[in-house]
Nanobody, 123 residues
């Protein structure tokens, strides 16, 4: 009833840029049974725990992990779509990037995750 789909990953050279997109859809979204609250980007590198990259409120207020500030920008141009612009990429940014949407079902909030998109920073 709610699907989260990321796109835009790929291979980029160190110092390059990449933009990711996240779209929330599904019957519950189309019928307005649910509303999308915060959206966020997380990443998980091999052998490491998943970590927050950035999150954004419905009003557009961003929140960044300290190490991402200045290089990454999260944005949202409608309630169901979020973007992540990544600049000055480093090899250590290589990871699977996941989008998470906080979905409000009446009085209950549930997290909905995408399948992830691979970002590889390598020369």
């Amino acid at each position: 009833q709610v699907q989260v789909v990321e796109s835009g990953g790929g291979l980029v050279q160190p110092g390059g840029s990449l933009s990711l997109s996240c779209a929330v859809s599904g019957s519950a979204v189309a019928s307005r049974k649910v509303s999308i609250i915060d959206m966020g980007w997380y990443r998980q590198a091999p052998g490491k725990q998943r970590e927050l990259v950035a999150a954004i409120t419905p009003g557009g207020s961003p929140n960044y992990a300290e190490s991402m500030k200045g290089r990454f920008t999260i944005s949202r141009d409608n309630p169901n779509t979020a973007y992540l612009r990544m600049n000055s990429l480093k090899p250590e940014d290589t990871a699977v990037y996941y989008c998470k949407a906080v979905v409000r079902w009446g009085k209950i909030d549930r997290d909905a995750w995408g399948q992830g998109t691979q970002v590889t920073v390598s020369s």
